[in-house]
């Protein structure tokens, strides 16, 4: 029988397929159809501290000191009972899960500040997350930031809440590093456990009616796969963090090949919100009858044998492939005369 068994962040996980943070973990309901259905772990949707601290403001404002200025308005203002913030509710539906599932269960926290990062890791480390992953999500828009100091950013993050946390650290990325395994070693030393590749920044568009900026959910294709392959590729066997794939796994086929580059797991966020959580269920079982056929014992065995550092080719992951890619490309017939 196959073992589909592989480590993650120091926890033992079933299979390597993991739903990644989205909304489908707000409902009790839907985590244990992503549990039943072969999910190994579930990453819960992204605790924002800006969010919270702008609902903090306004809880000040307009529940707290209400009455500044009128005092006999204060009797006229119901009881507010226990007032539940966008924290209270994060960590409520952490235990939640944590109770309900037999699975790890992974907060996903994206701060603004250094202080948040590091408060609110800890009441997440309190409320019983298995591990931490670090969706930093920093456009450097500021032509006097260099990279460097973009880089300090994340490390000095990273540091702080090494020593606030003894919880397992993912650092989720975006691919606009300048020297990205330079980068993920700095990170590795500065305490991550593993590196989440790619974060998917959303991108603004321009409405040509009204002339106004617009943000639009754009979910991700199995195209969207290539280049999480490529540098799972360079980096497995170069560090010892563990890597994660999320970002365009769409079918078997896409989490094979990252599993074949070197992922520890893959995560699915944009197959599972289309089709539901039978699509885990239909890439677990292609994964198994793929190595089935090809005769596989586990993920362990085939985990990075198509790694940049196993290939006879190393030059299939670098540069030496742009000329061959673009000279291979011939248009539709017919379509130039």
């Known amino acids: 029988m196959v073992d589909l068994s592989t480590d993650y962040l120091g926890l033992k996980l079933k299979n390597p397929l993991v739903p990644s943070a989205s909304p489908l973990s707000k409902s009790l309901g839907k985590a244990r159809r992503l549990e039943d259905a072969g999910a190994s772990a579930i990453v819960m949707y992204s605790l924002f501290e800006e969010e919270l601290r702008v609902e903090e403001a306004m809880t000040e404002r307009f529940l707290l000191e209400p009455a500044l200025g009128h005092g006999e308005a204060s ?23 944590k109770e309900s599932l037999d699975i790890p269960v992974i907060a996903s926290l994206n701060g603004v ?14 409320a019983g997350a298995d591990a931490l992953e670090l969706n ?8 006097e930031d260099s990279a460097e100091a973009v880089e300090q950013r994340y490390i000095e993050l990273l540091k702080e809440l090494r020593h606030a946390v003894s919880l397992p650290i993912a650092m989720k990325l975006s691919p606009y590093f300048s020297s990205l395994p330079n980068f993920v070693r700095r990170l590795e030393a500065a305490g991550a456990n593993g590196i ?8 603004p568009d321009i409405d040509l009616d009204t002339l106004s900026m617009t943000d639009e959910i754009h979910l991700s294709t199995p195209d969207d796969a290539l280049l999480r392959l490529r540098w799972i590729g360079i980096l497995h066997g170069r560090i010892r963090l563990n890597l994660a794939a ?13 599993l074949l580059a070197g992922a520890d797991v893959v995560h699915l966020a944009s197959c599972l919100l ?8 239909e890439i677990l079982r292609g994964i198994e009858a793929w190595m089935v056929e090809r005769e596989y014992e586990s993920v362990s065995q085939m985990k990075g044998s198509m790694s940049q550092q196993n290939l006879p080719d190393p030059g299939a992951y670098a540069r030496a492939s742009y000329v061959r890619v673009l000279d291979s490309y011939t248009p539709p017939s017919g379509v130039w005369r």
Do not use: C
Request: charged content about 20%; cysteine-free.
């Open 75 to 97: 009797g006229f203002l119901p009881d507010l009972g226990r007032y539940m913030n966008s924290l209270d509710r994060y960590l409520d539906q952490l235990r939640r899960l």
């Open 113 to 126: 500040s250094l202080g948040g990062w590091i408060d609110l890791g800890i009441e997440l480390q309190r």
């Open 136 to 143: 930093v999500y920093h456009m450097a828009a500021n032509a």
């Open 196 to 203: 989440v590749l790619f974060n998917r920044f959303y991108q």
């Open 246 to 258: 999320t970002g365009g796994v769409h079918g078997p086929d896409e989490a094979l090949k990252m």
């Open 274 to 281: 289309q089709h539901g959580p039978e699509r885990l269920t």
